[in-house]
């Protein structure tokens, strides 16, 4: 088998002196959609936040094509080939749709091949392309967001809670088109709470709790132990209150 596109080797990650994630293990291969779930406040963002450099690492190793990250400046990062979607998208809300694309030919790539790319995958965004960013809908924002993702050619992406404000029936558009991106042979990590939306599309899941990745395996399967896993932590919350 070949090296995976991404490793996270027992990782130890945190705040300050707070510490969040606990000896964490994972591997995206080219290809996958890898759903990392579980309960509010278990490390799921933080570890996005790892793979993105966006916090640094107490213990462990990050490594991209069996190379360790260690020492690689985040603004870097997408010339290795990994691109992040954060909570809440990642556009410019002042600038035009076009004037969003035009800021992705910093990475050296042409225009014309941007919006090529973007308008075949989202014609919507086509008719829209003199429109302010912030005044599309939430669902065209987020299509914005992956195509200037996209953009950077990237091998590896990180999306942060893609349905967050968006109704179900665009959640699962959103989730076609990232099952269609795994197909050109990209990895995916994604962190969402619409657990069964993302379950649907993909191919490995884990299941995060307390900064432990405590089962990892077929997401059909892990759907039971999903449910539990929030319903403990519900259990919990309202023990404590």
């Known amino acids: 088998m070949s090296k995976p596109l991404m490793q996270l080797v027992e990782v130890t990650a945190g705040y300050g002196r707070i510490p969040v994630l606990d000896g964490v293990n994972l591997?995206?291969?080219?290809?996958?959609?890898?759903?990392?779930?579980?309960?509010?406040?278990?490390?799921?963002?933080?570890?996005?936040?790892?793979?993105?450099?966006?916090?640094?690492?107490?213990?462990g190793e990050l490594r991209v094509s069996g190379q360790s990250m260690e020492g690689i400046n985040p603004e870097i990062l997408s010339k290795v080939g990994i691109c992040t979607i954060p909570e809440g998208k990642g556009i410019f809300p002042n600038l035009s749709v076009q004037e969003n694309l035009v800021v992705m030919t910093h990475t050296g790539a042409e225009l014309d091949e941007i919006e090529t790319a973007t308008f075949d995958r989202f014609p919507q965004l086509a008719t829209r392309r003199k429109q302010l960013a912030g005044t599309?809908?939430?669902?065209?924002?987020q299509m914005l967001a992956m195509s200037r993702a996209l953009g950077t050619n990237p091998k590896i992406l990180l999306l942060d809670e893609l349905s967050m404000g968006l109704a179900p029936k665009i959640v699962k558009d959103l989730y076609e088109i990232v099952h269609q991106i795994s197909e050109e042979g990209i990895g995916v990590l994604v962190v969402e709470q619409f657990a069964r939306t993302v379950l649907g599309v993909s191919n490995k899941a884990g299941i995060m709790i307390n900064g432990k990745i405590v089962r990892e395996g077929d997401p059909n399967e892990l759907e039971e132990e999903l449910s539990a896993a929030y319903l403990g932590r519900r259990e919990k919350d309202r023990s404590e209150q």
């Open 27 to 59: 591997e995206l291969q080219a290809g996958d959609i890898y759903a990392l779930l579980g309960p509010n406040g278990g490390g799921k963002s933080t570890t996005l936040k790892v793979c993105s450099r966006q916090i640094g690492i107490s213990t």
């Open 136 to 141: 599309l809908s939430g669902g065209e924002q």
